[in-house]
């Protein structure tokens, strides 16, 4: 069973950044599609970021609400994932989860993956 750990999260103000991690144990993810979602205080999953397994950028798919604060990547040195979030705004609070498959196929459907982290609180408050 892959078990992924994601790191990073806490309390910052509207404006600031924050920079996400998504660990697997004793492997690395560059053979996984990997994705980021969240999901907010009485609201649904939501899919922010997917990447391709094996890719190191151009396949990234990020959700509009997202799209040019975010930045999705693969730490190759260290096999992880990482989600840089910059310009965090309010509505960005939300519990972010880190999930994986081993296929090449990458998708913001949170159906499609097989494996969750645990979950990272972001709170982006004053």
């Known amino acids: 069973q892959l078990l992924l750990v994601e790191s990073g999260g806490g309390l910052v103000q509207p404006g600031g950044s924050l920079r996400l991690s998504c660990a697997a144990s004793?492997?690395?993810?560059?053979?996984?599609?990997v994705a980021w979602f969240r999901q907010a205080p009485g609201k649904g999953r939501e899919g922010v970021s997917c990447?391709?397994?094996?890719?190191?950028?151009?396949?990234?798919k990020y959700a509009d609400s997202v799209q040019g604060r975010f930045t999705m990547s693969r730490d190759n040195a260290n096999g992880t994932v990482t989600l840089q979030m910059n310009d965090l705004k309010p509505e960005d609070t939300a519990i972010y989860y880190c999930?994986?498959?081993?296929?090449?196929?990458?998708?913001?459907?949170?159906?499609?993956?097989?494996?969750w982290g645990q979950g990272t609180q972001v709170t982006v408050s004053t």
């Open positions: 990447i391709r397994y094996r890719d190191s950028g151009s396949s990234i």
């Open positions: 004793g492997i690395t993810l560059d053979r996984y599609a």
């Open positions: 999930a994986a498959r081993h296929t090449s196929f990458h998708s913001n459907d949170g159906t499609w993956y097989d494996h």
